[in-house]
């Protein structure tokens, strides 16, 4: 259980996906000019995290072991991801309308999210069981949420004060991630 | 080596690409054909005018009758049609091209000031900080919100802190009339050329006091102009694009350059 715990918030503050290891940053860009839209988002990327580090774990453990083929490890999990979102999305669509207008074009928009592939391969190589893999998945969502409202809270407030004409839009955005993630260096050493 | 690497990929997927194809089938979710081809038809600015969330909600609601078949400003008379041909309903009657109209002419060296405001560089904000910091009531605060939100980037700031308005690629969606504090741009007949740009209730005497361009309800114009399109309301001339023949007899007469 404390392994549990700590997997948790080992992914949620100490080794944030966005602020720690730098994946997701094209996300964590583009889509957080709005707490909404990142909220939204950061639901979409839990959901999708969560199945695919199952998925990914039940093929690494029952199809690439298995048969030895371990190199094959990282177009295998580019096929599965993509293929569960477009799986999913068709399913959502179906069952919950809602969701589905919820979650909109983000969902599409994960296929290609790095920060999905890398959890499925940290689960791998820091050698996670089943459970503690789906955990570490949806608790790295969880951190990419987490950084990601934080990160629109910021940007909507930007919008309305006076910055200097060249560091408008993209550079002032990328200063503020970077002292971020100075900040998010705090909790380094902290589990 | 390869053999079982070529053998296990085409097998995972053939193995998704069915699971996918199956699930496409089992979960298809019937739509309208007509949605797609009335989306196709707008004008695709996503622009809100229509008072829907985008062109695709407007498409839906057109198909279901819920949404009037003018409701694209932007594409006007002639998407109106097409969208009434393409669900075999009567076309609409043609409606008049409209645009959108600044009714201000107290750019900042006419218009006086009563303080300096240095605050957020924002419309409502400067008009919460003491009313703005124009001596006019009525004028433009010049910070810009109708350049923001305009979709289609038809509003720039002049010079002289006035937005200025392309009213050929204006697409009259009035995001910038609900956005303006003042109420200043109204969306107009773009038939119309002159407009009285002032919207002060204000006597002529407290209006002189405040701008040098600002109608002061003379009656110049409405006395000379030849259609009689000109009407007093509240202490400002309006006139009526719908009558007005762009003789430009009252931008001659008044004497405060009010009406351009």
Request: glycine share 10%.
């Amino acid at each position: 259980m404390t392994s549990i715990l700590v997997i948790f918030f080992g992914a949620v503050f100490v080794n944030n996906f966005v602020l720690s290891r730098f994946l997701g940053i094209c996300p964590f860009l583009g889509v957080s000019k709005k707490v909404e839209t990142s909220i939204g988002m950061g639901m979409a990327v839990t959901f999708v995290m969560g199945l695919a580090s199952l998925a990914t774990w039940l093929l690494e453990y029952y199809v690439l072991v298995p048969f030895n083929l371990p190199y094959l490890r990282t177009i295998v999990f580019i096929l599965v991801i993509a293929a569960l979102v477009q799986f999913v999305e068709l399913v959502i669509r179906k069952i919950s309308p809602v969701l589905y207008q919820a979650l909109g074009i983000y969902l599409p928009l994960i296929t290609t999210n790095c920060a999905v592939l890398g959890v499925a391969l940290l689960n791998i190589q820091l050698k996670y069981n089943l459970l503690e893999s789906v955990v570490f998945g949806v608790a790295a969502a969880i951190g990419f949420t987490l950084a990601l409202v934080i990160m629109a809270g910021i940007r909507e407030r930007l919008e309305l004060v006076f910055i200097p004409k060249h560091f408008r839009g993209v550079s002032i955005a990328l200063i503020i991630a970077g002292i971020l993630s100075i900040a998010f260096m705090g909790f380094q050493g902290m589990m | 080596m390869i053999v079982p690497a070529v053998i296990s990929l085409a097998v995972l997927g053939l193995l998704f690409g069915g699971l996918l194809a199956f699930a496409s089938q089992k979960f298809a979710v019937d739509t309208d054909p007509r949605v797609e081809q009335i989306r196709e038809l707008l004008a695709g600015a996503n622009c809100g005018a229509c008072g829907y969330a985008g062109c695709d909600q407007f498409a839906e609601e057109v198909v279901a009758g819920r949404a009037p078949l003018t409701g694209c400003t932007p594409g006007g008379a002639k998407v109106a049609a097409e969208i009434a041909a393409l669900l075999g309903l009567e076309a609409p009657e043609e409606t008049a091209r409209m645009t959108a109209q600044l009714k201000c002419v107290g750019d900042c060296n006419v218009a006086k000031k009563r303080h300096d405001y240095l605050g957020v560089q924002d419309c409502k904000a400067a008009l919460m900080y003491g009313g703005g910091p124009k001596a006019c009531a009525y004028g433009c605060l010049g910070y810009g919100n109708c350049v923001r939100v305009c979709p289609v980037e038809a509003i720039t700031m002049g010079e002289n802190g006035l937005p200025v308005i392309d009213t050929d690629s204006c697409i009259a969606c009035g995001l910038c009339s609900r956005e303006c504090p003042r109420g200043l741009i109204d969306i107009v007949n773009a038939r119309g050329v002159h407009h009285v740009r002032c919207k002060s209730q204000e006597k002529g005497k407290q209006v002189r006091a405040v701008c040098d361009r600002g109608c002061i309800a003379c009656r110049l114009c409405v006395k000379n102009c030849p259609v009689e399109a000109i009407h007093m309301d509240n202490n400002v001339a309006v006139i009526d694009s719908s009558i007005c023949t762009n003789c430009g007899t009252c931008v001659e007469v008044c004497p405060q350059k009010a009406i351009v």
